[in-house]
Every structure is written in C-alpha cells, then in structure tokens.
C-alpha cells in the first residue's frame, strides 16, 4: 500500500511563496507520473500541477507561471514550488499519482493566503 505524506503549508500574505513537499510512504509500482491537487469546496480537487517521466511538466491555467513542480529522484520526493500567492489559492493540497488511485490519498497541506 502506498500513501502520500504532504508537508509545507501554513499562512502566507498575498504575493509570498510557499514550498511544498511530497513524499510516497510505500512503493509506487506501476507510474511514471504525480500530480499536485487542490481542494477548495466539500470533496473536489482540482487538478493544478503534474509530471511525467517523458513529457515533463503542465499547469493549469489558473496557476501556470506562478506554480513550478519538480521530482527529486534520489530523495523520492516531489515538490511545488508556489510564488505571487493569492487569496483564491487558499486550499487544501494533495499529492497524487497519475492517473488517481484514490486509495493513496493522504491529509493534505492546508495553504491560507490572506493578509
């Protein structure tokens, strides 16, 4: 069983940075790639940054510039880089493989942008 353990979040003023850290409590068998989600309202989670082991990095539009994720293979861990915060990217956020297994969810960072 794998589970994803999310570090890093807290309480940042608009236009501030934050890095998060993701790390994979068990062995991934059968992906070459993780993504970064959100959850904002009741139990949905937005896509907003993922990775692949061919064709690298995406964003979503709402985050592209401001959003950077890296893989740190040594380490086995995933990062997410986040600049220009503001208040609409206040959520609660998750790591991921892609495609979902919705077994390996784990408790999420919770990220507050206000001043």
């Known amino acids: 069983q794998v589970q994803f353990v999310e570090s890093g979040g807290g309480l940042v003023q608009p236009g501030g940075s934050l890095t998060l850290a993701c790390v994979a409590s068990?062995?991934?068998?059968?992906?070459?790639?993780v993504g970064w989600f959100r959850q904002v309202h009741g139990n949905l989670r937005e896509l907003v940054a993922s990775?692949?082991?061919?064709?690298?990095?995406s964003y979503v539009d709402s985050v592209r510039g401001r959003f950077t994720i890296s893989r740190d293979a040594a380490k086995n861990m995933v990062y997410l880089q986040m600049t220009g915060l503001k208040p609409d990217d206040t959520a609660v956020y998750y790591c991921?493989?892609?495609?979902?297994?919705?077994?390996?969810w784990g408790q999420g960072t919770q990220v507050t942008v206000s001043s």
């Open positions: 990775w692949t082991h061919y064709a690298g990095t």
């Open positions: 068990g062995s991934i068998f059968s992906t070459d790639a």
């Open positions: 991921n493989v892609l495609p979902v297994n919705n077994n390996y």
